[in-house]
């Protein structure tokens, strides 16, 4: 859609109309009411202040991209395209709201779903029987499973299965999964994308302006419209998204490398190491093996948390995607129940390498068991 490469699209795109002593950059423009004779009308409609965050999205995933409260918000609108008394294919381990918001979908009997592990590509189209919607998160949250996004989308494609991928741990600079065959592609804009851990925003992005239309009905429906202050510090995030990813995933890379050698540590997975059981099909489909990783210490659970609670540089805490490490043991949540108990969930940040390898050493040292 954009002639430019996605890391000059960052940084040029969404910029304002240019008039002697006009801003560079769309300022912070809260509203709900506005002047007619244009689309909207009524912020909850649309705004044209979200309208640079939306281009830039749009070129980056070559799509047209809708912006919403949150990545789940954009989850629950990318709901709404599905058929009457749909018939999902989805995976078994997901970002666990949109695996619980699935599964109420399912005991409440409004949606037929079949989850699956979705790098078992034939199980997958086995599963497609019949259905009517796939749904995809590639990398998974939080296992780092990698789906085969091109053939699984062929695939449903010519049987009429509209495809929804969560390309939120790849970002848009890791992986575009409209130019490889989906129908929408969905966004936790709250992570990498806005990359300071300071906002809630989501994106749904259509392959057609129809499928946009319906997403904007959805918002405009149902309210979840993003916020004046996160479009603007989303924004302001993205222009460095290629910067952050650059180094977040070269640290991780090399993290993994040596925390796969070190003796208190079993089992680090991370899409750009030989042993990830996807590791062609990452270097295949993606730009890059992302800046998230897990692992498992000797020891189980209770181990786990004390090297977590020995951690200094590292903080301990949720999300993913910031320019900070962030480090969790998943099952700590009931929903993660899916999740090996003593797995930890590392999203690395853009600190000094050997600061966060020095914290991790000691940390492990400390509580070896
Ligand atoms: C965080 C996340 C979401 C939900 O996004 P919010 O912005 O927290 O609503 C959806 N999918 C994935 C993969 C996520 O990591």
């Known amino acids: 859609m954009s002639e430019l490469r996605p890391e000059t699209e960052l940084i040029v795109g969404g910029r304002p109309e240019v008039v002697p002593d006009g801003p560079l950059n769309a300022p912070i423009s809260p509203a709900s009411t506005l002047r007619p ?184 429906l149902a309210g979840a419209t993003p916020g004046a202050l996160e479009t603007f510090l989303c924004l302001r995030g993205l222009r460095t998204l290629s910067l952050r990813l650059e180094r977040s995933q070269a640290n991780a890379a090399v993290l993994a490398e040596r925390l796969e050698e070190h003796p208190e540590v079993r089992e680090v997975r991370y899409p750009g190491l030989a042993s990830h059981p996807q590791a062609g099909l990452a270097v295949r489909i993606m730009a890059g093996p992302g800046f998230m990783l897990t692992f498992r210490v000797h020891g189980g659970a209770g181990r786990a948390d004390s090297f977590v609670d020995a951690l200094r540089v590292l903080t301990h805490a949720t999300s993913l995607g910031g320019v900070e490490t962030l480090i969790e043991r998943r099952a700590r949540y009931p929903a993660e129940r899916r999740i090996p108990p003593d797995l930890l969930r590392v999203s690395v940040g853009c600190e000094h390498v050997e600061d966060l390898w020095e914290d991790l050493d000691r940390a492990l040292a400390a509580t070896a068991v």
């Not at 749904?135 to 699984?152: F, H, K, Q, Y």
């Not at 494609?157 to 991928?165: N, Y």
């Open 37 to 220: 004779g244009g689309e909207s009308g009524y912020a909850r409609s649309g705004s044209p202040a979200w309208e640079p965050l939306e281009t830039v999205v749009g070129r980056l995933e070559d799509g047209h991209a809708v912006a919403f409260a949150s990545g789940m918000a954009a989850a629950h609108a990318a709901f709404r395209l599905f058929p009457p008394d749909p018939t999902v294919v989805a995976p078994e381990v997901a970002y666990m709201a949109v695996r619980e918001s699935l599964q109420i979908e399912r005991d409440a009997g409004r949606a037929g779903v079949r989850f699956v592990d979705i790098t078992e590509t034939a199980a997958v189209k086995a599963a497609c029987d019949g259905a009517n919607v796939l749904w995809l998160e590639s990398p998974t949250n939080p296992l780092l499973g990698i789906a085969d996004v091109p053939e699984l989308c062929a695939f449903a494609r010519e049987r009429g299965i509209l495809t929804v991928v969560d390309n939120t741990l790849a970002t848009p600079l890791g992986q575009r999964p409209l130019t490889l065959g989906a129908d929408v592609v969905m966004h936790s804009g709250t992570k990498a994308m806005g990359g300071h851990s300071d906002l809630l925003i989501g994106f749904a992005v259509g392959r057609t302006p129809e499928l946009a239309a319906e997403l904007h009905e959805a918002r405009h």
